[in-house]
Each structure stands twice: as structure tokens, then as C-alpha cells.
């Protein structure tokens, strides 16, 4: 499976402020995601990000809010803007790899906004 | 959109003994099925998948079984031990067209020693 790896690890940050997360994957995949966590629930996609052109967003996710680069097929970056305490989150990307593209998770980002 | 529901919640069982989670799911054009087993604090970690051409898939003590005409599938963990205690989330998806995973409410699994 691909190795994948996010930055930041976990923040505190203050509310009104933005966050840009960063995805990186050692080999070049078709797919990549972002999913929210929230503390003790399950998992909620945000969009689907396309290399090349703009991300798909899912219901109650706007770009304004969450926008997402995808500048290749090894590296994307999320935006959490304008924060406030409901975006406490733990957010995680994910790629499509392997023969089936079988869906494989990053460390996650734990965000903490106060 | 798809909806998946899992069940139970939460899932106590002695060690040694088999624990089953279920789930359904809702749209018919779904045709793949993984399982993810999240531990405190890290990600979820791909345990098994099934594909919509299998009805039934074992890997050592974990074997999972699709009923596509019920639209349900169910994670079976045989001789539990200390280690399978975690949260296992199930999951849905296309594998063409749109492929992001819908996932279920998660069951929060306790092994007894």
C-alpha cells in the first residue's frame, strides 16, 4: 500500500483563522480524498480532490469553506477557513492505490479550535 | 446518495468468542464493501474487503459475507482476542464513476479478557 503522510500532525488554533493541511503519497495515485472525523463519530467525506481541476464537494461542504488543491498526482492541500469551535475535527485524506484502488488513510490532522 | 447503517453500536464479548457486525446499505449500484478497524488515536486501517462478485471472503479469524439482493453485508471475527478491540467502521462505494467511501456509525468493539 502507498505510504502517506500529513502535516500538521495537530493544531490549536484560534477562531476566525485558516489552516491549510497538506497530503503527500510516495507514489502517484488516481484518487484522493478528505474526510472529517469528528471526536467519537464516524467518517464524513468533505470532497473529492481532482488532480488538474476543481474539487468535488459533497452536501454541507463548500469551497469557500474547505477549498482543496490538487497541483499533481502525489500532493494535496486542504483549507479549513474562517475557523470555529464545530471545526474541531481530526481531518484525513485518503488515496485510491493498489490494483483494486483500494482506499488507504493518512495519519489524520487533529484540529483543535478555540 | 448512498446510506449505510451498522449495527450494534458497541459489542462486548469474551475472549475467544466470535463477534459478528452488520450493516446495510442502500444504493444498488454499490459494489464494494471494505471494513476498517480504527485503534485509539490512529487511522483506519484497512482489514478486508468484499467485492460485489464474491458472496463470502476469509482472511485468517475475519471472514466478511455479502447479500446483494438484501443489500446487507457482516463482518465475522472468529477466536477473539485482547487486540480486536477497537472501532470497526463499514463502508460502501461504487467502483466506477464515484468512488469515495460512505461509512457507517461504527461499532465500538470490547474484547474481555
Known amino acids: 500500500s502507498a505510504v502517506i503522510s500529513q502535516k500538521p500532525s495537530r493544531d490549536i488554533c484560534q477562531r476566525g483563522t485558516s489552516l491549510t493541511i497538506q497530503c503527500q503519497v510516495d507514489?502517484?495515485?488516481?484518487?484522493m480524498f478528505w474526510y472529517r472525523q469528528q471526536p467519537g463519530q464516524s467518517l464524513t467525506l468533505i470532497a473529492t480532490a481532482n488532480q488538474g481541476s476543481e474539487a468535488t464537494y459533497e452536501s454541507g461542504f463548500v469551497i469557500d469553506k474547505f477549498p482543496i488543491s490538487r497541483p499533481n498526482l502525489t500532493f494535496s492541500t486542504l483549507t479549513v477557513s474562517n475557523m470555529s469551535p464545530e471545526d474541531s475535527s481530526i481531518y484525513l485524506c485518503?488515496?485510491?492505490?493498489?490494483?483494486?484502488?483500494?482506499?488507504?488513510f493518512g495519519p489524520g490532522t487533529r484540529l483543535t479550535v478555540t | 446518495g448512498e446510506n449505510v447503517e451498522q449495527h450494534p453500536s458497541t459489542l462486548s464479548v469474551q475472549e475467544g468468542d466470535s463477534a459478528v457486525i452488520k450493516c446495510t446499505y442502500s444504493?444498488?449500484?454499490?459494489?464494494?464493501f471494505p471494513w476498517y478497524k480504527q485503534e485509539l488515536g490512529k487511522r483506519p486501517q484497512l482489514i478486508i474487503d468484499i467485492r460485489s462478485n464474491v458472496g463470502e471472503k476469509k482472511d485468517q479469524r475475519i471472514a466478511v459475507t455479502l447479500n446483494k439482493t438484501a443489500k446487507h453485508f457482516s463482518l465475522h471475527i472468529t477466536e477473539t482476542q485482547p487486540e480486536d478491540s477497537a472501532v470497526y467502521f463499514c463502508?460502501?462505494?461504487?467502483?466506477?464513476?464515484?468512488?469515495?467511501?460512505?461509512f457507517g456509525s461504527g461499532t465500538r468493539l470490547q474484547v474481555q479478557p
Open positions: 507514489s502517484q495515485v488516481t484518487m
Open positions: 463502508a460502501a462505494s461504487r467502483k466506477t464513476g464515484r468512488r469515495a467511501l460512505t
Open positions: 485518503s488515496v485510491g492505490a493498489g490494483l483494486l484502488h483500494e482506499q488507504y
Open positions: 444504493d444498488s449500484a454499490s459494489n464494494y
